[in-house]
T-cell receptor, first 114, second 112 residues
Framework: AQSVTQPDIHITVSEGASLELRCNYSYGATPYLFWYVQSPGQGLQLLLKYFSGDTLVQGIKGFEAEFKRSQSSFNLRKPSVHWSDAAEYFCAVGRTGTASKLTFGTGTRLQVTL | DGGITQSPKYLFRKEGQNVTLSCEQNLNHDAMYWYRQDPGQGLRLIYYSQIVNDFQKGDIAEGYSVSREKKESFPLTVTSAQKNPTAFYLC???????????FGPGTRLTVT
């Protein structure tokens, strides 16, 4: 069965500092991977996705993620964090089959200090 | 404006009552999903539907029911059999030939 691990429950960074959120997955085939962001009391917004091809993918709001098959990782990065990036971030892996069900990690809450 | 709407945003019920959460999309998506979100547990799949008049149980379907009579609508009923119904409920949809899901704003259900 597929699973997603986000080892950091809570991360605090200073505004302007770089950010890396970790995501490790367990899946028997080539996965398709996603990062979503959620502001308090809101739905999830898709930041970026990886299906195949270039292992470095660019997303919205200046985020990028790199797929590393050898490490089963799909870490999210941003070179310079803005205060508005404070939110909860979820990594998800897509399952095979036409239903395209997603398995989510437990999330990483990002706090940004000014 | 295309998107997914969920109503109401906040819902309060007494224990023992059934309650139905609304989810509507105008994205012309075939597939729709219901998730439950609890603090520290991420999202868990309750039910999903790939086409009108068809739906399947997800990982935590006990105590919930759904219907899919129209392509744009996928209501979720939280029954009195659900032991811990207080949670944040998210609806999502997915277009044909795509893998990503798009989410509605959610409904926070509180049962006392």
């Amino acid at each position: 069965a597929q699973s997603v691990t986000q080892p950091d429950i809570h991360i605090t960074v200073s505004e302007g500092a770089s950010l890396e959120l970790r995501c490790n997955y367990s899946y028997g085939a080539t996965p398709y991977l996603f990062w979503y962001v959620q502001s308090p009391g809101q739905g999830l917004q898709l930041l970026l996705k990886y299906f195949s091809g270039d292992t470095l993918v660019q997303g919205i709001k200046g985020f990028e993620a790199e797929f590393k098959r050898s490490q089963s990782s799909f870490n999210l990065r941003k070179p310079s964090v803005h205060w508005s990036d404070a939110a909860e971030y979820f990594c998800a892996v897509g399952r095979t089959g036409t239903a395209s069900k997603l398995t989510f990690g437990t999330g990483t809450r990002l706090q940004v200090t000014l | 404006d295309g998107g997914i709407t969920q109503s109401p945003k906040y819902l309060f019920r007494k224990e023992g009552q059934n309650v139905t959460l609304s989810c509507e999309q105008n994205l012309n998506h075939d597939a729709m999903y219901w998730y439950r979100q609890d603090p520290g547990q991420g999202l868990r799949l309750i039910y999903y539907s790939q086409i009108v008049n068809d739906f399947q149980k997800g990982d935590i379907a006990e105590g919930y029911s759904v219907s899919r009579e129209k392509k744009e609508s996928f209501p979720l009923t939280v029954t009195s059999a659900q032991k811990n119904p207080t949670a944040f409920y998210l609806c999502a949809s997915r277009g044909d030939r795509s893998y990503e899901q798009y989410f509605g704003p959610g409904t926070r259900l509180t049962v006392t």
